[in-house]
């Protein structure tokens, strides 16, 4: 009886060796498998076989079945996987359950849907029977174009339809073919000189790996070069991979895909999908044109594919902060270049890693300074000195006469502040007690609407006490400001004003092209919100932003604080004046004399990434040294300290490789459980990678145990 090794989703760093019965037939690489594991049963990759086992034979189990109702990973996939496995040291069987929708991952019989019906070769040259009037209309109707089931339901057709499917003549398919006659790219619009001038310098790169860093101010176009793009590599029968970081840049985005492409298949990936439209949007993926997703859409299946984007490249949601804790943006490129297929990233602010590598030569950096729309201007920036001008509910004067001035030339506003809930914390002013969150060193948030106490770490909820629990104070009050407090406040100030808030707790995927309309037929006047308004947006009837409270990022420990806070200002100023009416952006802090203020004021990403640079090369900081992050989480710090140092002990001594002492996390404690980290450093990735490859395997001989500890290569967060 074969062999075969098939890869599961264990914390283990192996394969696992099965037999496969002859009455299963084959299992090729990539295949889903059903098989014993311990007491139960799991689904997993079938790699290929294996020539001998050092598992003795009355030892092997049997494969219980081979899951022919879904498609193979293909290999491509499998070497992607691969590569995350090496590069990030993690289980190759949990990187590759990982990279399917979950309802694939259940060993339940599954069928997918197929929503169309389409004619087939027979049906075209058919002739139905002469009193079959039904089925012959359901036919010339489907020679015209695809009939959607929902549609042939409605008008109860779907006994002719199934006659038709019977005689060979029509069949159920997933996605509809597009139509050889029908136009399938809209007109663009006219290209400005700078978007003609990158143009000139991409499509020729089509069609080979190479990496495009295109730095482009917000409202510069950067949409429609990537549009122009699509629609060459579509032109050539290839497919286009489209990432973005944020679930809720993806309805926007694919309305104006579908209108660019009216006649193409474009499909959606993300997690904000049922589990079933998930399922039955990763086994269409194969099959589209054009596939627009989040971080995990990476691993999609596309054996066509000609081309990558990634938009907001620099975006911290590209990089998964749990689990495999990969960068979305980098496997992009390691799958580019595995393909031989250009990648093409996109910013307003680049990170400072791709734009280093832009600066080396290593990338090509394309620059678009001008907005896209002619008459349009980049927004004048103010800053409110909050030593000199007082605070009422967290708004300053100039603040509230420019949002009055701007509501009554009935133009809209947004006022940014990235913090949901009501208010930080509760506090007593008898005792000073803060609303501590038992299980985390956080404090509760104060959510007045659903009259709880949230924490945003492990997500424990509980009631708003009615007293303080340490002296019995009945006079507890909220603590700062949050967006929930923030449209309070507004909304008493300026009665007539029409606002909206735009949050974690207000929005879900299918409301952003509600407030889409909302804005742009003119039925908000303000918006408040945290970052998930920071970028994508374009309304264009926008020319006021006021930024609020974002000082704490000016002394943060982490490095990177202020490149992320240069990077989100300026996408929020960004949403000001896109059109044809000058924007204004009103940011108020307690430091005017900061350097990121200047280079703010001036728009002037490229000085500040200079400066930056500068810093973190004279500090030997990323993107001038390459870090790997040991995390331990254990019931006690003192614990989890210990494993790290024990840890540092078994260290290989490499001369290139630095290895700093263990400290307790800046967020010590999280659902129970102390935090501890060790950096390793090193001004090589091959020899910081050869340094964690002898490594991982001691820590697992570490005791005692943990209860969790994980790597992190090229960590963003600390």
Same mark, same amino acid.
């Given at each position: ?626 870090? &790997?992050?040991?995390? !331990?989480?254990? @019931?006690?710090?003192? $614990?989890?300290? +210990?494993? =790290?140092? %024990? /840890?540092?002990? #078994? ?5 290139? &490789?630095?290895?700093? !002492?263990?400290? @307790?996390?800046?967020? $010590?404690?999280? +659902?129970? =459980?102390? %935090? /501890?980290?060790? #950096? ?9 990678? !050869? ?28």
């Amino acid at each position: 009886m074969p062999l075969i090794q098939v890869a599961l989703d264990t914390p283990l760093y192996r394969l696992f060796d099965y037999r496969l019965p002859e009455e299963l037939g084959t299992a090729r690489p990539g295949s889903l498998v059903e098989v014993p594991f311990g007491r139960t049963r799991q689904v997993g990759i079938a790699l290929g076989p294996a020539a001998d086992s050092a598992i003795a034979a009355d030892k092997l189990r049997d494969v219980i079945r081979v899951l022919d109702d879904r498609p193979a990973l293909s290999p491509d996939i499998l070497r992607l996987a691969q590569f995350c496995a090496d590069y990030y040291h993690y289980p190759l069987g949990a990187i590759l359950l990982a990279t399917l929708p979950p309802r694939l991952r259940n060993a339940a019989p599954f069928v997918a849907d197929t929503p169309w019906l389409v004619v087939t070769d027979g049906g075209r040259s058919a002739e139905p029977a002469a009193r079959a009037h039904a089925q012959r209309a359901l036919l010339d109707a489907l020679r015209e174009a695809p009939q959607p089931r929902d549609t042939i339901r409605a008008q109860k057709q779907s006994r002719h339809a199934a006659a038709l499917v019977t005689a060979g003549w029509a069949a159920w398919v997933r996605l509809p073919p597009v139509s050889g006659d029908s136009p399938r790219t809209a007109t663009p619009p006219p290209a400005t000189a700078e978007q003609q001038t990158a143009l000139e310098s991409l499509l020729p790169a089509l069609g080979k790996f190479g990496v495009h860093l295109i730095h482009g101010v917000t409202g510069s176009g950067k949409t429609e070069l990537y549009l122009r793009l699509i629609d060459a590599v579509l032109a050539d029968g290839r497919q286009t991979l489209v990432l973005i970081p944020e679930i809720a840049l993806t309805p926007q985005l694919e309305q104006h895909f579908r209108r660019r492409f009216p006649r193409r298949r474009i499909v959606t990936l993300h997690s904000g999908l049922a589990e079933k439209d998930r399922a039955e949007n990763w086994l269409a993926a194969p099959d589209c044109d054009v596939l627009l997703g989040t971080r995990l859409s990476v691993f999609a299946p596309l054996p066509r594919l000609g081309l990558i984007v990634v938009d907001e490249e620099h975006d911290a949601s590209f990089k998964q902060q749990d689990s495999l804790r990969y960068s979305a943006r980098d496997v992009a490129i390691a799958r580019a270049k595995q393909r031989n297929v250009p990648v093409v990233l996109g910013s307003a602010t680049p990170s400072l890693e791709s734009y280093a590598h832009a600066l080396a030569g290593r990338y090509q950096l394309i620059e678009l300074q001008q907005r896209a729309i002619s008459q349009a201007r980049l927004p004048t920036i103010e800053l409110v000195d909050l030593k000199h001008i007082p605070v009422d509910n967290g708004l300053t004067r100039p603040v509230l006469q420019a949002l009055g001035e701007t509501l009554a030339r009935g133009e809209q506003s947004l006022v940014f502040l990235n913090r949901r809930g009501y208010a930080p914390a509760l506090y007593c002013p008898s005792c000073a007690w803060v609303s501590p969150c038992p299980r985390c060193s956080a404090r509760l948030v104060l959510h007045r609407s659903a009259r709880r106490l949230k924490c945003h770490h492990c997500g424990l909820e509980t009631r708003i006490p009615a007293e303080c629990p340490d002296c019995g104070n009945p006079d507890l009050k909220p603590l700062g400001q949050g967006t929930q407090r923030l449209e309070e406040t507004l909304a008493a100030l300026l009665p007539a004003a029409r606002i909206r808030r735009i949050d974690r707790d207000t929005m879900r995927p299918r409301a952003w092209a509600e407030l889409g309309e909302a804005v742009h037929g003119g039925a908000v006047d303000i918006l408040v919100g945290t970052q998930m308004l920071a970028k994508g947006h374009d309304f264009p009837n926008m020319t006021l932003a006021l930024i609020l409270d974002t000082d704490g990022a000016l002394y943060s420990p982490d490095f990177r604080a202020t490149e992320r806070l240069f990077a989100q200002l300026m996408q929020v100023a960004g949403r000001a004046g896109r059109a044809d009416k000058p924007g204004r952006v009103l940011i108020q802090t307690a430091f005017p004399d900061h350097p990121l203020f200047r280079y703010l004021q001036r728009h002037d990403y490229a000085g500040y990434a200079r400066a930056l640079l500068a810093e973190r090369k004279q500090l030997d900081l990323p993107p001038f040294s390459r870090q &790997v992050l040991l995390r !331990a989480e254990a @019931p006690t710090m003192d $614990a989890a300290l +210990a494993f =790290l140092q %024990r /840890a540092a002990a #078994l260290a290989p001594e490499l001369a290139d &490789v630095s290895v700093f !002492a263990a400290t @307790p996390a800046p967020m $010590a404690r999280v +659902a129970n =459980l102390e %935090r /501890a980290q060790l #950096l390793i450093q090193s001004a090589q990735r091959q020899a910081l990678q !050869a340094f964690v490859r002898d490594w991982r395997p001691q820590l697992d001989t570490i005791r005692p145990r943990v209860a969790r500890w994980s790597l992190d290569v090229d960590p963003l967060v600390f």
